[in-house]
């Protein structure tokens, strides 16, 4: 009998220890701004196929999702295993070396056979070339813009778009014949253009030589350009983001002809600018003025060093890039993937309904293949955040251009003694 207890308590033990080891599992979190119900997919789809691993999704806003970051690293604690960050913000996280290098084993993102657009694959590098961060969807520039504004004056936007010069002359029929602004804010040219023109092919856009490049000629004809828009009241504003009310009201009443950004915007139309507009047909894409093909950002995977699961963080990654899931996010979200080798799916060749029958992501494909690539650099948001403030002296208070913009040098060159 005190064998046969023992046994069965032995027995008892071991199936109460191996039910424990069956149902142990490794939490990972995963902090991002993407939508939710794609992450909601993504990780019902990944804990299915990896019984071991729960993915504890943290949906913030994109600021909050970056802010919460580099609180984190600069604490030494906080971090989540897995993070969406914009290549706009990871110069700047790479630098504060908060973030793990996948370039090395075991991670060696080069043998994974993924095929970047190289725009993306540059701002996701330090200068040694080694990666930090996982090119998920790339975001070529382009110009949405409402089809019966141009038809409106006789025009088309082949000659609409010619240079900025044609673009101005536009507007100022637009505005003198439907009363309708251009764009939505001057400053609203700032970001996406500066990339365009004030690079060269993989160096950074706010440096030359290492040192600041914030006064230079391409700027300066960008100021230029800014605030005789502003001036002459062809924008709807000085400053502001394109989903603001304010501008949102203005082009659901036909009074905004276009917004420049991504290939997000895309959905944006239909979700926020203007949905009755997007069910009709009225809205179409383009190149902006110049034929400037640069990206406007994207976002990276990048897992944060302060991650005790790298591992598993690393399994999640590879997860969401597979090929069915980097085309989910595009079908969902319109964004476009950062993996060139998927630009073949036949969901390519589809026409849009928001975009009147335009065949708009086999568009954004093509611009890919020509987009000049620049390197993310530590200085990128300090110097953005300058030259935004310089611009807004320049254009709402009729602040000298060139005198503004050596101030503006001179205090990036200074900031960037403190890093």
Do not use: H, W
């Given at each position: 009998m005190?064998?046969?207890?023992?046994?069965?308590?032995?027995?008892?033990?071991?199936?109460?220890?191996a039910s424990q080891f069956t149902y142990a599992k490794t939490e990972i979190v995963f902090s991002h701004y993407l939508p939710k119900d794609y992450v909601a997919k993504m990780v019902t789809k990944f804990e299915k196929q990896n019984p071991d691993i729960d993915i504890n999704a943290m949906s913030c806003g994109f600021r909050d999702c970056h802010d919460k970051l580099t609180t984190?690293?600069?604490?030494?604690e906080g971090a989540p295993d897995v993070v969406s960050i914009s290549t706009i913000k990871l110069g700047s996280f790479v630098n504060a070396g908060g973030l793990t290098d996948l370039?090395?084993?075991?991670?060696?993102?080069?043998d994974t056979g993924w095929v970047f657009d190289q725009s993306?694959?540059?701002?996701s590098e330090n200068k040694q070339g080694d990666i930090f961060g996982v090119p998920f969807d790339t975001g070529p520039v382009v110009m949405v813009y409402r089809k019966d504004l141009v038809d409106s004056v006789g025009a088309n936007i082949e000659d609409v778009t010619k240079n900025w010069d044609s673009f101005i002359a536009f507007a100022e029929q637009i505005k003198k014949k439907k009363g309708a602004y251009i764009l939505p804010a001057a400053t609203s040219l700032i970001n996406p253009?500066?990339?365009?023109?004030n690079s060269q092919p993989g160096q950074p856009v706010y440096l030359k030589d290492g040192e600041p490049n914030l006064a230079s000629d391409e700027i300066k004809g960008l100021v230029k350009l800014v605030k005789e828009l502003y001036d002459k009241?062809?924008?709807?504003?000085?400053?502001?983001?394109?989903?603001?009310?304010?501008?949102?009201?203005?082009?659901?009443?036909?009074?905004?002809?276009a917004d420049i950004d991504g290939p997000w915007i895309e959905g944006r139309i239909l979700q926020e600018y203007d949905p009755e507009g997007a069910?009709?047909?009225?809205w179409r894409v383009s190149g902006i003025p110049n034929n400037t093909n640069v990206n406007a950002g994207g976002t990276v995977f990048a897992i944060p060093k302060q991650s005790q699961h790298k591992s598993e963080a690393w399994k999640f990654i590879q997860f969401l890039m597979q090929k069915d899931n980097v085309l989910d996010i595009a079908k969902i979200a319109g964004t476009l993937p950062a993996r060139m080798e998927v630009y073949s799916d036949k969901f390519f060749d589809q026409p849009s309904d928001i975009l009147g029958g335009q065949h708009s992501m086999k568009y954004y494909t093509e611009i890919v293949k020509?987009?000049?690539?620049?390197?993310?650099?530590?200085?990128?948001?300090?110097?953005?955040?300058i030259l935004n403030d310089a611009i807004k002296k320049i254009v709402a208070q009729n602040a000298d251009v060139d005198r503004t913009l050596e101030a503006a040098n001179k205090l990036l060159k200074r900031r960037m003694r403190t890093l």
């Open positions: 005190k064998i046969k207890n023992i046994t069965g308590s032995v027995t008892l033990f071991a199936t109460l220890l984190a690293l600069a604490v030494g370039s090395v084993a075991p991670y060696n993102i080069s993306m694959l540059t701002l253009l500066v990339m365009g023109t009241g062809l924008v709807a504003a000085l400053d502001g983001s394109s989903n603001d009310q304010k501008f949102i009201k203005l082009f659901r009443e036909g009074k905004l002809f069910k009709s047909g009225l020509n987009i000049k690539p620049y390197s993310a650099s530590p200085v990128d948001n300090i110097a953005n955040s």
